[in-house]
């Protein structure tokens, strides 16, 4: 694990950094996998779209650390 | 009384389990109030995954705003408590006044925004040093719940705003059908006719409801957005027409020979309208209204020629209304995508009484805040706080104050529940999962009771008191005096709430309509004065929402119901009336501008009058004047149209009877005048 990142002088905790960066990179599947149509094999778009979510967030912290 | 069903006992377990999780991670990463986070689930938790998204959406907004305004008030204000006090009470005020403004869901955030620097703000009155820390574990608090919840309504059994639109638009469609064939069949006015139009408009408003939660719901219910939109300001034109074809059809009937040619058309269109699902050719129709048309000279000639011309327009636009509404409700059920950027919604918005909500709030947490001050008493932050919450969460209502002595009594309820979790139970567990199973009987049962609407108002504050009085914490010093203290202070601050808002708003319903008719007469003379900023939609869609908040006030059994719902039709009428003929003012000649704006200045004043309750001259002889002064024109399309509004805005304004010379009532219930 890193330490905190500064932003501007405020520390804040890798975890949530992660987040928001997995979350950006995951609308942008989201949109590519709807225009492709892959959607329609999809059986609960929600929990799909959760679960990778969970993986995308899983490789970036795999990744950094 | 209603009994919740399975269902709603699906729902209140999802909800249940969205708290526990939200408590838990909380405890877990060591936030110093989870309660915050299960009250934001218990507050935002709904049956459909898109009015969770929504309301979840502009709470965060809210929330983020209402924490940095906290955080800019203390720290600009410090060592001065009266300052901070003041600030922060104007804010409150502001939000409220800015919320009345706007509609559901969107008004959530700025109640949020109001109430948020409230919660944030006040406690931190006596300890500026903490304010960061507190504003930030406050957002993340609220994030949390939300995220929890949102995960658990999306995850498990998700329900669809989807289905219950569709449902919703048939019925709206099926109201409409059902008060087409009453008004074509001659039935508008009896029992049957008055109840089905009363239908259409709640309906209107129902879906209304509805479809502005659509929009956050799933990528298809977005789409369908703009149709159903486009969908309900057809049915509002659909409406407005229908209300000059029934007085016009009215009037016709009472005069020999004219209906004999009109009877069996009306009859054929009755027929067209009988069944849900009947006919979609409407060419044999539109060729007997061509038939029936009276020529050019004939409507110069015969008043009751013009009447009927008009009446054969009306016609023709309600059923290419009809057609365009089935049109649409079949490219909603497909789940075709709207193809450009449908019209925006324009409502009926009161700064009078949004200031007067907003005033109220801030003057009652001024009162409140003066006696925590002179009085040093500790808990006084907390009454403040409350003051805040009671005044915004009811601002919106017509009776705030009955609604918020409600919330009081269940508050009161709550906190006994509290204590007895608190002092009884709490003392004897040591593990979360021990907590979760001693909450969830009781969290469970009145969770159910969320999921239906009319139980709402009973189980929210027993809820959000219970959370808010626990304080669930990690290591909890259990201190029955700082319990009543505080549990005192949460009843003291909702009842200074209650005090406030029935001192500054005690006028119910009856004031509500009373803005309603000045609002229409406002607009009415607007329209005459030829105002650029309206138009024929923003019109519509004002008198709509009009209509809507009139509706609902007149759920009762009032005996003046019928009437007042009479005149905002008849006001519809005469504003699009207004609107046509300002159009082909343009292009007529000299003489006959010259007679129509005298004509349309005397309605202005006579419009702005009666908004102001004043008399003024009638300005039906000016009208007569000028319809004169048209007929004697050669035929042209223009002259012929500005010939059919006059004797539309005439023939409204003669049926309505109270206006002009005659005295507006005195009695603020009734919407006389808001025809004329």
Redesign the interface.
């Known amino acids: 694990m890193t330490g905190e990142y500064d932003l501007a002088g405020v520390l804040v905790a890798p975890m949530l950094v992660w987040a928001l960066l997995a979350f950006v990179i995951c609308l942008g599947i989201y949109r590519v996998l709807?225009a492709v149509g892959a959607y329609r094999f999809v059986w609960?778009?929600?929990?799909f779209n959760?679960a990778l979510y969970v993986l995308v967030l899983g490789t970036i912290a795999a990744a950094v650390s | 009384m209603i009994l919740p069903g399975p269902r709603d006992f699906v729902f209140s377990a999802k909800t249940f389990a969205a708290a526990m999780l939200a408590v838990f991670i909380a405890f877990a990463i060591g936030l110093p109030h989870p309660a915050w986070a299960m009250l934001t689930v218990y507050i935002v938790a709904s049956p459909f995954a898109g009015m969770v998204q929504s309301k979840a959406l502009y709470r965060t907004a809210g929330s983020i705003i209402g924490a940095s305004a906290a955080v800019v008030g203390v720290t600009l204000f410090i060592d001065m408590q009266e300052l901070l006090c003041l600030f922060l009470a104007c804010w409150v005020g502001l939000c409220i006044y800015m919320a009345l403004l706007v509609r559901p869901p969107r008004n959530y955030a700025y109640l949020l925004a109001g109430y948020t620097a409230a919660l944030v703000g006040f406690p931190s009155v006596d300890q500026p040093q903490a304010i960061f820390d507190t504003a930030v574990t406050r957002v993340e608090e609220i994030v949390l719940g939300l995220i929890c919840l949102s995960?658990v309504n999306?995850?498990v059994f998700?329900q669809r705003v989807g289905p219950v639109l569709r449902r919703r638009i048939d019925d709206y469609l099926e109201a409409a059908r059902l008060w087409t064939r009453d008004v074509l069949t001659g039935h508008g006015e009896d029992a049957t006719g008055k109840v089905d139009r009363h239908r259409f408009v709640l309906d209107a408003a129902s879906l209304d409801a509805l479809r502005v939660h659509a929009a956050y719901d799933?990528?298809e219910l977005r789409a369908a957005e703009g149709h159903v939109r486009r969908l309900q300001q057809r049915l509002q034109a659909l409406f407005s027409v229908l209300v000059a074809i029934e007085d016009r059809i009215t009037t016709l009937r009472r005069l020999p020979g004219v209906a004999d040619g009109l009877e069996p058309l009306l009859l054929m269109l009755a027929r067209r309208f009988e069944e849900a699902g009947a006919g979609t050719d409407d060419r044999a129709l539109l060729a007997e209204i061509d038939r029936l048309q009276p020529t050019a000279t004939a409507i110069r000639a015969d008043r009751n020629a013009l009447l009927l011309a008009t009446l054969l327009a009306r016609l023709r636009d309600l059923l290419s209304l009809w057609a365009e509404c089935r049109e649409l409700r079949a490219a909603i059920a497909e789940g075709r995508p709207a193809s450009g950027r449908a019209p925006a919604v324009e409502l009926h918005k009161d700064h009078l009484t949004a200031a007067l909500a907003g005033l109220s709030a801030a003057a009652g947490i001024l009162t409140c805040t003066s006696f925590w001050i002179a009085s040093d008493w500790p808990y006084g932050g907390i009454a403040t706080m409350m003051v805040a919450v009671a005044c915004s969460l009811f601002a919106a209502l017509d009776n705030p104050a009955a609604v918020a002595r409600g919330f009081m009594r269940m508050s009161a309820v709550a906190i006994l529940v509290g204590a007895v979790y608190v002092f009884g139970i709490f003392p004897r567990i040591d593990s979360f999962v021990l907590l979760a199973i001693v909450l969830a009987p009781f969290f469970m049962a009145a969770g159910a009771a969320l999921a239906i609407p009319p139980l709402i108002g009973t189980a929210l504050p027993l809820l959000v008191t219970t959370v808010a009085v626990m304080e669930l914490q990690n290591e909890r010093v259990i201190d029955f005096a700082a319990f009543t203290n505080a549990g005192i202070a949460q009843l003291v601050g909702i009842g200074l709430g209650v005090a406030v808002q029935s001192l500054s708003r005690p006028m119910g319903p009856p004031w509500a309509i009373r803005r309603l008719k000045v609002a229409v007469n406002r607009d009415l003379a607007r329209l005459a004065a030829g105002n650029s900023g309206m138009d024929r939609i923003r019109f519509e869609n004002r008198m709509f929402d009009r209509l809507h908040g009139l509706a609902l006030r007149l759920a009762g059994d009032r005996p003046d119901r019928g009437a007042i719902l009479n005149d905002a039709l008849m006001t519809l009428r005469i504003g699009l009336n207004l609107i046509a003929l300002r159009q082909v003012l343009r292009h007529m000649p000299e003489q006959a501008v010259q007679a129509l704006t005298t004509a349309l200045e005397a309605l202005e004043r006579s419009f702005r009058a009666q908004a102001d309750d004043r008399v003024t001259e009638n300005p039906l002889p000016v009208l007569d004047r000028a319809l004169a002064e048209v007929s004697a024109l050669p035929p042209s399309p223009d002259t012929d149209q500005a010939l059919l509004s006059l004797a539309g805005i005439r023939h409204a304004l003669s049926l309505h009877g109270r206006i002009g010379g005659q005295a507006a009532e005195p009695n603020a219930i009734a919407l006389a005048g808001a025809g004329g």
């Open positions: 709807g609960h778009r929600s929990l959760t | 995960l999306r995850l998700p799933t990528p």
